[in-house]
């Protein structure tokens, strides 16, 4: 899967979510509540509502017709993606994108985002042969792609002084919320906004001391570590998921190998548009 087309799931992803979310928090009867006052001004549900609809609205609605359209024309034509296709994927993405996978998406809508895309591009590349030689030509030139360190998902809570540390872990074992207390007190202003949550790291990550690693290393998913000094104070980090290294063989990202090729020599959009015509679609904004 190329980069780009990761990056528009992971947009379209979270787009969806904020979207998702404001339609579930619109009632009717409270069109006229207001979500935000300006002195005595105020910015009406009803208001905050049409504005996003105006602006999301179609992208979303487009979105999930999309997925309805790729499931039906995955059933179709045949096409069977398997649970080990979506996992490899997946960890890919997870490994690759770092911070920028984080709890915002649940794990099942990635695995369903990932499996429609894997669908779609076996539809668009259908009709395309390559040939054993070019895919291990491939696999031999791009060998780096299919190794996959140890990766670590992680949160943490990064306070100035060891007696702030000392404190916020006393209260961690007395039963406190880790993502409260990261928005409470954390002096990372960027993970503490997310209740500390730091993504998907591993030794190729910048901004991984090896100290804290190597803590990380020992931990068991769901617990954390003493106080680690730092240069900016001092980390507690928890651990949510190990993601054990992995070097693929040739066999197992053959598939992968060949939807790429295929995609690069068709060099078309990854797109479900074209499906829409036979899959009878109408929605609320008429023409495509």
Same mark, same amino acid.
């Given at each position: 899967m190329e980069k780009r087309q990761l990056l528009m799931i992971i947009a379209g992803l979270v787009l969806l979510n904020l979207i998702t979310l404001? %339609?579930? &928090? %619109?009632?009717?009867?409270?069109?006229?509540?207001? #979500? =935000?006052?300006?002195?005595?001004? @105020?910015?009406?549900?009803? /208001?905050?509502?049409?504005?996003?609809?105006? @602006? $999301?609205?179609?992208?979303?609605?487009?979105?999930?017709?999309?997925?309805?359209?790729?499931?039906? =024309?995955? @059933? @179709? $034509? *045949? #096409?069977?993606?398997?649970?080990?296709?979506?996992?490899? /994927?997946?960890?890919m993405v997870k490994t690759m994108y770092g911070g920028n996978f984080t709890d915002e998406m649940s794990e099942d809508k990635w695995r369903r985002q990932i499996k429609n895309n894997l669908i779609?591009?076996? &539809?668009?590349?259908?009709?395309?042969?390559?040939?054993? *030689?070019?895919?291990?030509? $491939?696999y031999e030139q791009n060998n780096s792609q299919f190794q996959i360190p140890d990766t670590y998902h992680i949160s943490q809570i990064i306070v100035k002084t060891k007696e702030e540390a000392e404190q916020t872990l006393k209260e961690l074992d007395e039963g406190s919320s880790f993502s409260v207390l990261a928005m409470e007190r954390s002096i990372d202003e960027f993970t503490a906004n997310l209740g500390g949550n730091a993504g998907y790291v591993s030794e190729d990550d910048e901004h991984i001391s090896a100290e804290v690693l190597e803590q990380v290393k020992n931990l068991k998913p769901g617990k954390w570590t003493k106080p680690i000094k730092t240069e900016d104070g001092y980390a507690i980090v928890m651990l949510h998921e190990h993601l054990k290294g992995e070097n693929y063989s040739f066999k197992e990202v053959k598939s992968v190998i060949r939807r790429q090729i295929a995609l690069e020599q068709m060099d078309v959009p990854v797109s479900a548009k074209p499906f829409w015509k036979d899959a009878d679609v109408e929605w609320f904004y008429g023409e495509q």
């Open positions: 404001a %339609f579930l &928090l %619109f009632k009717g009867d409270g069109s006229g509540e207001a #979500v =935000a006052k300006i002195g005595g001004d @105020k910015i009406t549900r009803q /208001e905050w509502m049409s504005e996003m609809e105006t @602006k $999301y609205g179609k992208s979303t609605l487009s979105e999930l017709i999309d997925q309805k359209v790729i499931e039906e =024309a995955g @059933k @179709k $034509y *045949g #096409v069977k993606i398997s649970d080990k296709a979506v996992d490899l /994927e997946l960890k779609l591009e076996e &539809l668009l590349t259908a009709d395309v042969s390559i040939s054993e *030689g070019e895919m291990k030509s $491939y």
